[in-house]
Structures are given as structure tokens and as C-alpha cells.
């Protein structure tokens, strides 16, 4: 059974800053991509960032490239999402996903298979 809790996240306002994280228990965290969803109220659940197994690859939704970076620690059995310059419109619940393959230019929901309960993050302008 793979577990994965997220936090980090609150109110900030617009332009500020915020680091999320989310621990993978349950089984090698290596041996997952990862990956970072949100969904506004209203919304359907949007791609955000996903990084490969190694850290070595990651990609971005065109909305987020430049202010958002995902990293990982698999020492920690971490994975992050440092968020700067935040706008109103990325206020949503942030979700952590797993999955086994790793499909750069794709932000299909059904590459992951475990998922993160999800972290509110709001912005105000």
C-alpha cells in the first residue's frame, strides 16, 4: 500500500511564495514518477509538473514554467513543488500523484495510480 500525505500549503498573497511536499511511505519512492495536480473549486483537476524517476527530467504546464519548480529527494522519500510569484488563478487543492511511467508532454491523470489526500492553496489578490 503506497501512502502519500501533502503539506505546505496556506494563504499567501499574490506574489509570494510557498514550498509544498508530499512523503511517499509503502514502497521504494524511486521507483515512482511524480507528480503535481490542482483543481479549483468548479474545475476539473489540471496537470501541474511531473518529474521522473531520477529527478533528472521534469515538465511544466505552459502556466506555471518559470514561477513553479518540482524536485525530489529520494533519500526523504520526498517529493516538492517550490511555488513563486503566485497568482490569484492558482488557488486550488495541490495533489500528489504516483505512478509507474513516466510520459514527458503527457498530463494524463492515468499515468498515476496513487494519490495524496491534497493541500489547499490560496492566493489573494
Known amino acids: 500500500q503506497v501512502q502519500l500525505v501533502e503539506s505546505g500549503g496556506g494563504l499567501v498573497q499574490s506574489g509570494g511564495s510557498l514550498r509544498l511536499s508530499c512523503v511517499v511511505s509503502g514502497r521504494t519512492f524511486s521507483s515512482y514518477a511524480m507528480a503535481w495536480f490542482r483543481q479549483a473549486p468548479g474545475k476539473e483537476r489540471e496537470f501541474v509538473a511531473a518529474?521522473?524517476?531520477?529527478?533528472?527530467?521534469?515538465y511544466y504546464v505552459d502556466s506555471v514554467k518559470g514561477r513553479f519548480t518540482i524536485s525530489r529527494d529520494n533519500a526523504k522519500n520526498t517529493l516538492y513543488l517550490e511555488m513563486n510569484s503566485l497568482k490569484p488563478e492558482d488557488t486550488a487543492v495541490y495533489y500528489c500523484?504516483?505512478?509507474?511511467?513516466?510520459?514527458?508532454?503527457?498530463?494524463?491523470?492515468?499515468?498515476?495510480?496513487?494519490w495524496g489526500q491534497g493541500t489547499q492553496v490560496t492566493v489573494s489578490s
Open positions: 518529474i521522473s524517476w531520477s529527478g533528472s527530467s521534469t
Open positions: 500523484a504516483a505512478g509507474l511511467n513516466y510520459a514527458p508532454g503527457s498530463g494524463s491523470m492515468r499515468h498515476y495510480n496513487y
